[in-house]
Every structure is written in structure tokens, then in C-alpha cells.
């Protein structure tokens, strides 16, 4: 099936299957292997990707549904001169990652979670995050890179 779609900011067109998974094509068909697949089972939140602004786990997501959507993936979050977004930053900043198999999903997850509470709090951010999981930290560092990275975006929306 071809399907049509915005993929970091350029429109595609690509031959799918029906049973592909969104995951697999930005992986295998698009190089963009950002996107990590750590449990096939929609539990690690390792493969998240925006669809239409919103976070979805890409491992569970069929291709076939975008037709006409706008996908990002961590690679697209940067702005197109390369500059980190604000989250991606913070995480940088405040050492929100160990061996980073597990980051570029929480940071997809961290940008839609704050674009619905901008001022959040520790607990909030918890909460936020709980369908990602990191093997390696124990997400002291991963609150307050979500925190800064909150703050980031508050301030660059102002300015």
C-alpha cells in the first residue's frame, strides 16, 4: 500500500505492507534509527515518535494509519539548522541519560508531556513519563532534565 506522509518536516510517499510497523519503516526504510525498538510488546517507550504532535509507541503503531499524518522522530526534533530542541538540551545539560538506549523516547515523551503542563512538577513529571522505562539511571538526573527542559521551552516560547 503506498501511503503519503510528513516525515521531519518532508513530505514522503512509501510502499508498506499492511502489517508494517511505524517503527520498522523509520528504522529500516528511512535509516532514522533514533527510533529504538527495546521490548515489541508497547511496555519500554524506547520507540516513541510524535504523531500529529502527539506521543505514540511506534512498536504497536501500523505504517497504514499515516496516511496524511505528521510524523517526528528524535532526528526531527532539532531544528532544521541542527540547534537542539530545548528537551533535548536539557537532558544533555543535566545528564538525563546513562547509555541513552532509553532517551530518545523519554525525550519525545517529555515534549509532549510538557506541552500540556508547562510548569510541572516533580511528581508530575513522574507521571508523565511512566510509560518509559530506563534500565540504567534511577531517573533522579531524567526529573530535572524534564524539568529544565520544561523551563527551556516556557522561556523560548516567550522569546
Known amino acids: 500500500m503506498l501511503i503519503r506522509f510528513v516525515l521531519n518536516r518532508k513530505p514522503v510517499s512509501i510502499d508498506v505492507e499492511p502489517f508494517d510497523l511505524l517503527a520498522d519503516v523509520v528504522r529500516e526504510k528511512f535509516g532514522l534509527t533514533g527510533t529504538h525498538i527495546g521490548c515489541d510488546t508497547s511496555q519500554c517507550g524506547a520507540c516513541v515518535v510524535h504523531v500529529d504532535g502527539r506521543s505514540i509507541k511506534s512498536c504497536s503503531t501500523l505504517a497504514v494509519t499515516l496516511e496524511g499524518a505528521t510524523v517526528t522522530t528524535i532526528e526531527g526534533l532539532a531544528s532544521p539548522a541542527g540547534k537542539l530542541h530545548p528537551m ?34 516533580p511528581a508530575e513529571v513522574c507521571t508523565g513519563i511512566e510509560g518509559n522505562f530506563c534500565r540504567c539511571t534511577g531517573y533522579q538526573n531524567i526529573v530535572k532534565s524534564v524539568m529544565a527542559g520544561a523551563a527551556a521551552m516556557q522561556s523560548a516560547q516567550k522569546g
Open 88 to 121: 533535548q538540551q536539557a537532558f544533555h545539560d543535566q545528564h538525563g541519560l546513562q547509555c541513552g538506549f532509553c532517551t530518545p523516547g523519554m525525550v519525545m515523551s517529555a515534549v509532549d508531556f510538557v506541552s500540556t503542563h508547562p510548569d510541572p512538577t
